[in-house]
């Protein structure tokens, strides 16, 4: 894929680059490692200023970004505006907390004194994906800088001026201009960067396929790595729910960000007794979305990233009915300029179509219909992802069952699955291992050093 902004909503290309030749990455490399070494020295209040200052740069010119953010991926320039407010959110969070949550821990053992220092580790490789262009860079640059690494960033191929964006900020907030480099590079440059002792970990936020290949790559030169990939995550609807407010929550979890998000509801799981009603209500909604262009604030629903994006979308869905579902409404590319797609929901879907096994990246939902909570949890659990879940029910039960047999990283009860720098941010089985955000964040690439004094 070129490295270039193509806007998703006309297919006009508007800016390329040229990506960095092996001497390039070369220099960037040896001003990461030659900053780290002065970097790990400074004293978290002068990294806090830093990173404050940050946060204040990405409120200030919040509109900037969100206008880069909507015209390279899509995004509605609304969600793009709360997006940037998001990242300077995030900024704050560590600012504030990097110092309590690395801070030595005693513990009590044989010696005269035990303690845990946490250490940082060095030059990090972020991998990043194009559907929170600055978000998802922003909720790892953030607490790793502030540990005192420094990272190098190899972001999506369509989001180029974002990823430079992002390096100026630091650079403005007065971050040495080693802490954060931008690596304008292809996928296939990828491995030849971790193969180089020099960087010490990775970190990569994408695809099933992508984290696979990233994971064989680190554990290849034995390198720490944190994967955050695909979810199928499923939308539980229990009788005692409230209907009104499930329905409202669920058509705006499975749109959000034009339907591309890993933590997006995708499987609507309803109990009988309300499917009707439930399907009744939702499929209207999904109808009366207002689709259009991303920078009218009216916009509900906007492009999906790419014309390969729209194009597979509508062949897994085309499978799926073709394996027997029933298609309640959309299924198909809309007639207009743009990579635009329907609002879609499917029923009926049989076990061995794309629906029931595979993530659907843009605005198609399927919708099961189960008889109680163990069936409930029996289908929400039978898939090889487990990133969130949303689970609507008044039944305490019901509430301690799905969080506790759930098989997912987060569980949101009566909500939508969402980040928050407050709250750890990861998934079990394909969906990935390791965590992002709060404590559990900062501390996966830190050196967990035990030192015990006789």
Known sequence: MAIATVNPATGETLKTFQPLTPAEIEEKIQLAVKTFHAE??????ERSKRMN???????????????????????????????????????????????RFLADEIIESGAKKSFIRYRPLGPILAVMPWNFPFWQVFRFAAPALMAGNV???????????????????FLEAGFPRGDFQTLLIGAKQVDAILNDPRIVAATLTGSEQAGIEVGVSAAKRIKKVV??????????VMPSADLDAAVQTAVQARVQNNGQSCIAAKRFIVAEPIAAEFEKKFVERMKNLRIGDPFDEKTELGPLANPEAVKSLDEDVQKTIKA????????????????????T??????????????????????????KDVDEAIRLANDSRFGLGASAWTKDDRERERFINELESGMVFINRMVASDPKIPFGGVKHSGHGRELSANGIREFMNIKTVSIA
């Not at 027997?324 to 609002?343: D, Q, V």
């Open 227 to 236: 994967l955050e990939l695909g979810g199928s995550d499923p939308f539980i």
């Open 40 to 45: 790990k020295k400074t004293p978290f209040a």
């Open 53 to 99: 200052k940050a946060a204040e740069i990405l409120e200030r010119d919040k509109e900037k970004f969100a206008k880069l953010m909507t015209l390279e991926m899509g995004k509605p320039y609304k969600a793009a505006i709360a997006e940037a407010e998001k990242c300077a959110s995030g900024c704050r969070f560590y600012a504030e907390n990097a110092e």
């Open 345 to 370: 929901v499917l029923t009926n879907i049989p076990k061995d179509s794309p629906a029931y096994n595979e993530e659907f990246f843009g605005p198609v939902a399927s919708l099961f219909r189960v």
């Open 151 to 169: 990272g190098l960033l190899k972001h999506a191929s369509n989001v180029p001026q974002c990823a430079l964006a992002i390096e100026d900020i």
């Open 324 to 343: 027997g579902a029933k298609l309640l409404t959309g299924g198909h590319p809309l007639e207009r300029t743009g990579n635009y797609y329907a609002p």
